[in-house]
């Protein structure tokens, strides 16, 4: 069974970096499309970017500017990076599995809640 | 506005079924993109319900099944139980966006 975990700083000041790891057990990273989501209080999941197994990135045009995935160096691992954060972007952040094109999201971390405050 | 687009609230009693709809468009659901619905329980991730519009995963019970028809698509739940209390989202793709989007989600009340 494929888990997905999600770890980092829950407390990020204004223009700071957001910087989240999710730890991948159970299974490969290989073929798939790791994904970053977003669901701010009382809101709508909103779909942050993904980063293939081979490292090809796309990221949603409206944080395209903002946002970095990359996999980790432990292979099992990948990360999100959110700079000059706002109190806009105070959300609780999952990490998911996509297999590519219009597949689903079929694997969820249980999400990390970020605030930014100072 | 949601791109696509559900109805905030829906309930129904135990037993009974309900519909939640999900409205989109002609770059997302009428351009042929797949639909997917997710579960979200109470301070829990969301979780793949119906995918590719009418497939249930694996452990899902067969009192859910979806549909789509052109911009539109549907998530019938039929037998209603408790637990079936949650938040519930679509989720397409939308080609004008270039970006994987959710629908407002629907809150479901077991009366």
């Known amino acids: 069974q494929v888990q997905l975990q999600e770890s980092g700083p829950g407390l990020v000041k204004p223009s700071e970096t957001l910087s989240l790891t999710c730890t991948v057990s159970?299974?490969?990273?290989?073929?798939?499309?790791w994904t970053w989501i977003r669901q701010p209080p009382g809101n709508r999941l909103e779909w942050i970017g993904y980063?293939?197994?081979?490292?090809?990135?796309n990221y949603s045009p409206s944080l395209k500017s903002r946002v970095t995935i990359s996999i980790g160096t432990s292979k099992n691992q990948f990360s999100l990076k959110l700079n000059s954060v706002t109190a806009a972007d105070t959300a609780v952040y999952y990490c998911?599995?996509?297999?590519?094109?219009?597949?689903?999201?079929?694997?969820w971390g249980q999400g990390t809640l970020v605030t930014v405050s100072s | 506005q949601s791109v696509l687009t559900q109805p905030p609230s829906v309930s129904g009693v135990p037993g009974q079924g309900v519909t939640i709809s999900c409205t989109g468009s002609?770059?997302?659901?009428?351009?042929?993109?797949?639909l997917h619905w997710y579960q979200q329980l109470p301070g829990t991730a969301p979780k793949l319900l119906i995918y590719?519009?009418?497939n249930r995963p694996s452990g899902v019970p067969d009192r859910f099944s979806g549909s789509k028809s052109g911009t539109s698509a549907s998530l019938a739940i039929t037998g209603l139980q408790a637990e079936d209390e949650a938040d519930y989202y679509c989720?397409?793709?939308?080609?004008?966006?270039?970006?994987?989007?959710f629908g407002g989600g629907t809150k479901l009340t077991v009366l």
């Open positions: 998911a599995r996509g297999s590519g094109g219009t597949q689903p999201f079929d694997y």
């Open positions: 159970g299974g490969s990273i290989s073929s798939y499309y």
């Open positions: 980063i293939y197994y081979s490292g090809s990135t």
């Open positions: 002609s770059s997302n659901l009428g351009a042929g993109y797949d």
């Open positions: 590719t519009n009418t």
């Open positions: 989720q397409s793709y939308d080609s004008s966006l270039s970006v994987w989007v």
